[in-house]
């Protein structure tokens, strides 16, 4: 398992639920829930260099058929822009099925009633993701997901101007 926090990061259309690892990556723990439009990936940059974050796992919420929706596209589409304002921090994109139902319902066996659920699902879905991911890295032994490259970056470390140097 490599050292380091990670953050987990949960993307709605509205808001934003980010979780942390602990420096081991054991144990994600909520973070944040930050209002997703203007001044959101300032916002989750500030939070990464607050925790030292040594990557970001953002969702991507696939069918159980694993097809991408429309909620694929744009989570995608964020942890590209999230990637090019973090670079050279790595943003990987993590399959987050059933994230934000698991969240529901294990905030509703811990009391939390439906309509306060609102403000903490989202943190709550980026726990269970960023725990999949870590669960999943220590298992395989692998970092989890896929990587995200910065726009103007093609795989191999090339920008679209020539080699890297």
Known sequence: MRAGVRLGVDVGSVRVGVARSDPSGLLATPVETVRRGRGDL??????????EAVEIVV?????????ESHAAA??????VRLAGRL??????????????VTAQQGLR????KAKNQRE????AAAVVLLQAALDAERASGAPPGRPVEPPGR???????TGPAR
């Not at 903490?120 to 943190?123: K, L, T």
């Not at 093609?154 to 679209?160: A, D, I, L, M, Q």
């Open 109 to 112: 066996a811990s009391g939390v």
């Open 74 to 79: 744009a989570a995608r589409e964020f942890a």
């Open 59 to 67: 969702g991507l919420p696939t069918s159980l058929s694993g097809r």
């Open 42 to 51: 300032d916002r989750i940059a500030a939070i990464a260099g607050e925790h």
């Open 154 to 160: 093609r795989p191999g470390g090339e920008s679209s």
């Open 87 to 100: 670079a050279p921090t790595p943003v990987r994109l993590y399959d987050e099925r059933l994230t934000t």
């Open 120 to 123: 903490v699902v989202d943190q």
